[in-house]
């Protein structure tokens, strides 16, 4: 989502704005692949984020570069530690050329954008930090910070206006993940608690090109310590949303078959303590 944000505020997309997705790309001598190892098809925004076709994302990184994805980022809450009694708090890494260069005395290569750009390469987050960016998305850009300790008082919250037709598309996108077929969280979908989010998928082993483009490659069993992360974040009620989660299940393979069915319980279960 940072990502498409990041594409739309600075020109680069719109709603229909396409990318073919073939199922892999070529930058310099190396091949960036789609998880949909026979590709998507012609894509635009909405529907990358709906079908997670990684893709149509390597294609408008290119154009927008890492530094205006890692401001996007940071303003969405990534990168961060929060004002919080909650100790052993971790920053992450939103990263970006000077954050190369002060690290390692390197410079930025282009295929790190690539796959800074799906969540991989460099990028690290925690569970809050992704709960606190789907809060902001869910709220139509209300720059919310987390407390532990319940308030009761209306904490008034600024707004990151500059944003505000982006995230329209961006929670539009993220409806029909859930709630329309071919979204990644379909199976996941709920009549009683409707909600809508985005699936993840965060690889933790390097993957040849051999086994990415052989035919079992998804059906093989891999050992639990080699097994992607699970992800799914996500906000309820669709409408004047009140509740924002994020699910992350270490080594739980992917976030359609793991994560989701877990933040719709969650979902179910807030719905019925409301009743």
Known sequence: ????????VHGIIDTNTKHFCSGKIGLGDRLYHCWKNNGHGSMNVSNAIKESCDVFFYEISKKIGIDKIARVAEDFGLGKIYDIPLPNQKKGIIPSRDWKKKKYDESWYPGETLISAIG????????????????????????????????????EFSKLEKYQNAIKIIKSSMFKVVNESKGTAYNSRSESAPFAGKTGTSQVRRITVAERESEDFRKKEVEWKKRDHALFVGYMPVENPRYAVSVVIEHGGSGASTAAPIAKEIFQYTKNLEI
């Open 1 to 8: 989502m940072i990502v498409a944000i990041a594409g739309i």
């Open 120 to 155: 991989q390469g460099f990028v690290l987050t925690n569970p809050l930090q992704l709960a606190v960016m789907t809060s902001i998305i869910a709220s139509d850009g209300k720059n919310v910070k987390p407390n532990i300790i319940y308030q009761n008082n209306n904490i």
